[in-house]
């Protein structure tokens, strides 16, 4: 049987004023160039529909040029979109399949979802047709999970259990719903699962109860979604989510995707989900994986009631983070919550680069060193800014003392009433100083006590008008300074003792958090 292109069921277009908007499953794209543009989408989308021999998509050879590059335009964004897709002529047909492979033909419903989705949609329902599963569960969750996979033409076995466990071959699914909550974890070996959807249960801490039917029909559903997908190898349904404003296709989550489902109202998506037994590696997305609001190991940081002015705060649980932007004020809160669940006595950093400055920074802050003068820091915009924060608009009674501990290398000391308040230590002494001040002046605007460090190896994100010609570092200082880390780094090693990195365990280094042991003597 030969085979042909067909337009996937899914893809749909609309005209507009001066061409049209072609959608599909995980993309889209705008042609512009006259209404003429639909009536060659017209012409060109019937035929699809049933199916044209791969030979046969290409332009005729007495079109016109116009018709020609229209033509060439939109058949090459129907392939780049991942719109089209390759069947047997008759793979739907009950006989054919039957003589080809001994199978049953896919319902039409199935038919239309495999050649939407499925990069062979043949190949996909014979895994289908092939796979066997073991649903053991309880109640309404378990029985809208066999309800499911025998829809999608699985063969599904009903046992008693708790909770839901799907299995078929070496692909296995978890979920649990309580009377409030329910979630589906990805697909992975039966162990991993298993202990995942323990440690969500106890993560997400739901009420107590039978769940409701709406709850259980539409978590079991969704895990027999998943489970669907990795045994006839499409996509997890995870990736399917597409930002139709930018219309970039998904490249799926940063970690692994855990769907969480609630009652009121009732509502379900994914969540990055920090595994202890399938760690993956680190994408720099600390806040939103560190602090997710369902999954998160702590708080989601946020500005709440918290003063603004001058220095950016926010909460993540009992920790309060600083910054110049709400950004890296989130960030800061987060490494602060994220200290309870590490190792006593190491610095902790938001990638490798943060976490070995500030343990650098720490092990030469005690070093003896030179006195710097006032007018080597006095003149700098940013360092007199954050100082006249800490004297002026909270009126501390406070002391800088600027000291030179090596050639690149400055430290800066506040101290307020004989206390140390902060301390930074920096490349150049405008930047020690407005780090220094910056954290006395957060302190005292937080009211807490303890010491604040603030650096400029943490990753700060660019602000906006950031490479604008008439900008300059008091725009948007700190941003840059990270630029110039690594050889600041060289400099701290000559003369800072040495630090050895800490294993933080799966969770937090998933996370992308770097530990490093420190001695605060200098030696």
């Known amino acids: 049987m030969s085979a042909v292109l067909r337009l996937r069921p899914i893809v749909h277009a609309t005209p507009t004023a001066t061409g049209l908007h072609v959608r599909g499953w995980r993309s889209s794209f705008t042609l512009d160039g006259g209404k003429g543009l639909w009536t060659i989408w017209e012409r060109l989308a019937g035929p699809l529909a049933d199916g044209v021999p791969p030979e046969q998509l290409a332009v005729p050879e007495n079109a016109s040029p116009a018709v020609a590059r229209a033509l060439e335009l939109l058949i090459g964004q129907l392939h780049e979109h991942d719109m089209l897709v390759e069947v047997p002529a008759e793979w739907i047909n009950a006989e054919w399949i039957n003589a080809e492979w001994g199978g049953d033909a896919p319902p039409a419903d199935i038919a239309s979802w495999l050649e939407s989705v499925a990069p062979s949609p043949l190949e996909a329902w014979r895994r289908l047709r092939a796979a066997t599963v073991a649903v053991t569960g309880e109640g309404a969750l378990a029985a809208h999970a066999h309800r499911a996979l025998v829809a999608a033409g699985l063969d599904a076995t009903l046992r008693p259990g708790v909770g839901l466990l799907l299995v078929s071959g070496e692909h296995a699914v978890a979920a649990g719903c309580a009377a409030d909550v329910g979630f589906a974890v990805a697909p992975g070996p039966v162990a991993d ?5 323990v440690a969500v249960a106890e993560r997400l801490a739901g009420a107590p109860g039978t769940p409701p039917e709406v709850l259980a029909a539409l978590v079991g559903s969704a895990a027999a979604h998943r489970l669907v997908c990795a045994v006839a190898g499409l996509p997890d349904p995870s990736t399917e989510v597409v930002d139709m404003w930018s219309d970039v296709p ?66 993540s649980g009992d920790a309060i983070g600083f910054g110049t932007t709400e950004h890296a004020a989130r960030l800061d809160a987060l490494l602060r919550a994220a200290r309870v669940l590490a190792p006593d006595g190491v610095v902790l950093g938001a990638d490798r680069v943060h976490a070995l400055g500030l343990a650098l920074r720490t092990a030469v802050r005690h070093l003896d060193g030179t006195a710097v003068a006032e007018d080597e820091w006095a003149a700098d915009p940013t360092a007199r800014r954050w100082w006249k924060a800490v004297t002026l608009r909270f009126a501390l009674p406070a002391v800088v003392e600027v000291t030179r501990l090596g050639p690149r290398v400055v430290r800066a000391v506040v101290r307020a009433d004989g206390e140390e308040l902060s301390w930074a230590v920096e490349a150049e002494p405008a930047d020690a100083v407005a780090f220094a001040a910056m954290a006395a002046a957060g302190r005292a605007q937080a009211g807490v006590t303890e010491a604040v460090v603030l650096c400029g190896a943490a990753p700060f994100a660019e602000p906006d008008g950031a490479a604008a010609p008439w900008t300059n570092r008091d725009w948007h200082w700190p941003y840059g300074l990270r630029d110039g880390e690594e050889a600041f ?35």
Not at 278 to 283: A, F, K, W
Not at 494 to 505: E, F, I, S, T, Y
């Open 193 to 197: 699962v298993v202990a995942d959807a």
């Open 250 to 315: 998904p490249t799926g989550p940063p970690h692994q995707a855990l769907l969480v489902a609630r009652l009121d109202p009732l509502h379900a998506e994914y969540h990055p989900w920090l595994s202890a037994v399938r760690p993956q590696e680190p994408n720099g997305t600390v806040p939103e994986v560190l602090g997710d609001r369902e999954l998160g190991p702590v708080p989601t940081p946020l500005p709440g009631d918290l003063p603004q002015l001058p220095v950016k705060l926010a909460a």
């Open 489 to 523: 780094q060289d400099d701290l090693r000559a003369l800072a003792a040495d630090v050895k990195p800490v294993h933080l365990g799966p969770v937090l280094e998933a996370a992308g958090l770097v530990a490093f042991a420190v001695r605060e003597d200098g030696r």
